[in-house]
């Protein structure tokens, strides 16, 4: 649950909020689950000129999550979105009466905060990590009429906190030295178009570069292609297991995200609250890692001399609204871990049942069955593409951790409420 409170007047804008997990009365207890405020921030802003059309300039500081590229059917960012406390500055420029072009600029820092209580037990030195990564973004959007809403992103993550890691050996291949030369870098953008009764696409190309991505840590700091800091794409994409002589975390990835929607009251030219409506998307998601790894890793052959890997999901949904309370939504999706090698995919079908207090409305309350298909290589907790291939329908693998072999479930049903206000 998350709650804002907002006070303002003209000009200002005060916010203090609360995120709250784990709620105690109903399981279990988690003592990082902490009553005390997630976000707090103050935004400043003037009019300049006494035009009819008055640029505007803002400037805000504290702890908050701006983002950029939200890809709301996969609920990740193409660009990112920053969990920081730090500055940014917003100037809007009115062009003309249609045109309008935007600037944002940010600086911040995150830190990883995660707390381990074992290992406080026997070394309290390093039972908390308290390493601070820094952060600075910029981005210039115009947007023209309700039609046309372009974008371009930067934004890069770095460190000089030796706390981020606790080897001061360079022969262990995590000395400060080599933290000091981390970084992670997101160039991209963004384009939306909306057309009356054609519909409305989004896409969103995207360019990450990462150097040494286990030094920036996975929690606070950048959240971007579903992965949290450098330490999460180097551990999801570029084959970071923990031994920096096989992976550093170290290399690229491409990204494209796309999305079309459109509405049967947008084709016909009528008000969106007509019923009964229908409503389509088609969306998917493109990431090709590109790995530099040491020479002479020990990695598992297979893919030591590739020069990527190319991933790719794809989906769409079709949601009825068939009465002001009730609709339903059908969806399919693909998941292709791997393009050039087969096995490594599932897919989906998912239908919902939404029960909300009217159309349009922001709170519901939604049933859904999903009924998955796997590739022959999808098995629970297998580590691709990283780790030795696991043998489908035995129960233990021995040599591998002794993770499981056995396919994960092929029938899942959610029961889900939410509320906004």
Do not use: C
């Amino acid at each position: 649950a998350e709650l804002t409170f907002h006070v303002k007047k003209k000009h200002v804008d005060a916010a203090v909020g609360w995120m709250g997990y784990w709620f105690s009365a109903t399981g279990f207890r988690n003592p990082d689950a902490a009553g005390v405020p997630g976000v707090g921030s103050l935004t400043l802003d003037t009019d300049i000129g006494s035009g009819t059309l008055k640029p505007n300039i803002a400037f805000q500081m504290g702890a908050w999550w701006p983002g950029f590229g939200y890809f709301e059917k996969y609920d990740t960012f193409t660009l990112g979105r920053f969990r920081h406390i730090g500055e940014q500055a917003k100037l809007k420029l009115p062009v003309n009466p249609d045109l309008t072009l935007e600037l944002v600029q940010g600086f911040g820092t995150g830190r990883d905060g995660s707390f381990g209580y074992s290992v406080a037990q026997n070394s309290p030195l390093y039972a908390s990590k308290v390493g601070a990564v820094l952060l600075a973004y910029g981005n210039l959007r115009a947007k023209y009429k309700q039609f046309l809403d372009v974008g371009l992103h930067f934004n890069n993550e770095w460190t000089r906190d030796p706390y981020l890691t606790a080897q001061a050996d360079p022969s262990s291949g995590k000395a400060y030295s080599q933290a000091a030369d981390a970084h992670m870098s997101v160039l991209g953008g963004e384009l939306n178009v909306s057309v009356p009764r054609a519909g409305h696409l989004w896409l969103s190309p995207s360019y990450i570069s990462v150097k040494n991505g286990w030094a920036l840590g996975d929690s606070g700091g950048t959240e971007v292609m579903h992965s949290q800091s450098g330490l999460g794409i180097a551990t999801n994409y570029l084959g970071w297991s923990n031994t920096p002589a096989s992976s550093t975390g170290t290399g690229s990835l491409f990204n494209l995200g796309f999305m079309y929607d459109n509405s049967l009251s947008s084709v016909l030219g009528r008000a969106p609250e007509h019923l009964p409506d229908v409503k389509l998307s088609v969306f998917g998601l493109l990431a090709n890692a590109s790995l530099d790894l040491p020479v002479g890793g020990m990695f598992n052959p297979t893919y030591v001399n590739r020069p990527s890997i190319k991933q790719f999901k794809f989906g769409a949904d079709v949601t009825v609204q068939a009465l002001d309370w009730l609709g339903i939504m059908l969806r399919g999706d693909s998941v292709n871990y791997d393009l050039d090698n087969p096995g490594y995919i599932f897919s989906a079908i998912t239908a919902r049942l939404i029960v909300s207090s009217h159309f349009l409305s922001s709170e519901s309350i939604y049933l859904q069955y999903s009924r998955y298909k796997y590739g022959d290589n999808m098995m629970l907790a297998q580590q691709w593409p990283w780790g030795p291939p696991l043998v489908a329908g035995t129960d233990v693998i021995q040599g591998n951790g002794g993770y499981s072999g056995k396919p994960p479930d092929m029938d899942v049903i959610k029961l889900q409420a939410t509320v906004a206000f």
